[in-house]
T-cell receptor
Framework: DVKVTQSSRYLVKRTGEKVFLECVQD?????MFWYRQDPGLGLRLIYF???????EKGDIPEGYSVSREKKERFSLILESASTNQTSMYLC????????????FGPGTRLLVL | ELKVEQNPLFLSMQEGKNYTIYCNYS?????LYWYRQDPGKSLESLFV?????AVKQEGRLMASLDTKARLSTLHITAAVHDLSATYFC???????????FGAGTRLFVKA
């Protein structure tokens, strides 16, 4: 079974704090993704990575950065958290081939006060 | 720009009834996915549709794809309470890594 794990299920942070969200997958997938999920908006892609040290901006990258130093690990960084970044964050991974399903982690619910 | 629209966004139905969720997308795509999400849980893959006319079935759920109409449907047959969840369709851009998700359809099946 593919397993995608995220470092925290719930986080509470203060405005201005630097926040790290970590994602680890154990299936040797090349692609990894970070989404945020907000009610009525579906999932919106923040960043994705198709290889170690490679990253591409998604649809809403502002205020976020990412790091992929190892194939199995993809980190999302909020440089200076703001209240409008309160959301559910979902990590996913997939094989590189087109048409392959993304496998999702359990999500991190982040509250920024 | 690829856009994905689902409807309805909320669906309340009685057990035993049939219904269809629609997913329209705006530009050519080579793959379409359906996912299920239970409250407080992550997304679980249901179907991957890769070609025009593709039909896949699992239990009471059947998904189909019409690439000419840029439309996929998720048909629910004889709904049961356990199908209550949010269903997302997602469309991949041609040849790329990105997948665009619809807003989701919140399905509630009344016992």
């Amino acid at each position: 079974d593919v397993k995608v794990t995220q470092s925290s299920r719930y986080l509470v942070k203060r405005t201005g704090e630097k926040v790290f969200l970590e994602c680890v997958q154990d299936m040797d997938h090349e692609n990894m993704f970070w989404y945020r999920q907000d009610p009525g908006l579906g999932l919106r892609l923040i960043y994705f990575s198709y290889d170690v040290k490679m990253k591409e901006k998604g649809d809403i990258p502002e205020g976020y950065s990412v790091s992929r130093e190892k194939k199995e690990r993809f980190s999302l960084i909020l440089e200076s958290a703001s209240t409008n970044q309160t959301s559910m964050y979902l990590c996913a991974s997939s094989l590189v081939s087109s048409g392959k399903t993304q496998y999702f982690g359990p999500g991190t619910r982040l509250l920024v006060l | 720009e690829l856009k994905v629209e689902q409807n309805p966004l909320f669906l309340s139905m009685q057990e035993g009834k049939n219904y269809t969720i629609y997913c329209n997308y705006s530009t050519t795509s080579d793959r379409l996915y359906w996912y299920r999400q239970d409250p407080g849980k992550s997304l679980e893959s249901l179907f991957v549709l890769l070609s025009n006319g593709a039909v896949k079935q699992e239990g009471r759920l059947m998904a189909s794809l019409d690439t000419k109409a840029r439309l996929s449907t998720l048909h629910i047959t004889a709904a049961v309470h356990d199908l209550s969840a949010t269903y997302f369709c997602a469309v991949g851009g041609t040849g790329g890594f990105k997948t665009i998700f619809g807003a989701g359809t919140r399905l509630f099946v009344k016992a």
